[in-house]
């Protein structure tokens, strides 16, 4: 057999781990997984209740920002009531996921690639295998499973603060009552808009727990290795990010959502 090429042997190992992570999850869902309750609960805590005021401090300055920007322009033309109505689509449907998901990246995607990497230079990871455990059940999918079950929730924070932001420079800057502003933000705001939001936090969570477990189990065994797999993991993770939501969004003006 012809060996691969270098480009494709470096294309190979993401796809390798990929199908690995997919069959330990479906592994997983039928009651055989290998990981610690207690380590779960651990990541669940780091990537939830942990993230939660970063994220609220964040998104409502995205919203406030988009706000301003907003009421600057549209009092021009005496549409200052429609703000409600730019922040609460922008909010929903790109900036609360892609925020978050850009947060959470430079947080815990971070702190995941750096404790994988600093396993792999204490041979921690080969010790395991010793014992008979994947590191790809033991250790990624875990931290995969936390970001695809918080991720969403998170979402809802974000979108709650940035329309809060918002809302705070309108009445502020417009003199529009907080009544008004939220009726028109309800009347703006659509299924599809939430639903293209969730969907998005959702591919947000998982892409940035297997970017980082990946850069982190591929680090060499030293200390320079784990602060490349680090910045690896977040770069990697925020650029996939943009790419995705450009995806998402010829997707969605494909079927007209």
Known sequence: MTALSPGLRTLARPVSFLGDVLV????ALGGRWQFRLKDFVRVLADCSGRAVPIVLVV?????????????????????GIFVADLVGIAVVREMAAIITAVVIAGRTGAAFAAELATMQANEEIDALEVL?????????????????LMMPLLYVFACVAGLA????????????????????????LAAPHLLLGVTKAVVFGVL???VSCFHGLRASRDAEG?????????????VGIIVLDAVFAL????LEV
């Open 226 to 238: 784990v602060g490349i797999a680090t910045t690896a993991a977040v770069v990697s993770s925020i």
């Open 132 to 148: 008979g455990l994947s590191a790809i059940d033991f250790l990624v999918l875990p931290r995969v499973a936390a970001l695809l």
């Open 24 to 27: 330990s999850g479906s592994t």
């Open 59 to 79: 998104n409502s300055l995205v919203g406030a920002i988009l706000a301003f920007v907003g009421a600057v322009q549209l009092a021009k033309f005496g549409a």
């Open 208 to 210: 940035i727990g297997m």
């Open 251 to 254: 997707c969605a003006n494909a």
């Open 165 to 188: 932001g918002g809302m705070t420079v309108s009445t502020i800057m417009l003199d529009v009552s907080a009544t008004a502003y939220l009726l028109r933000t309800n009347d703006a």
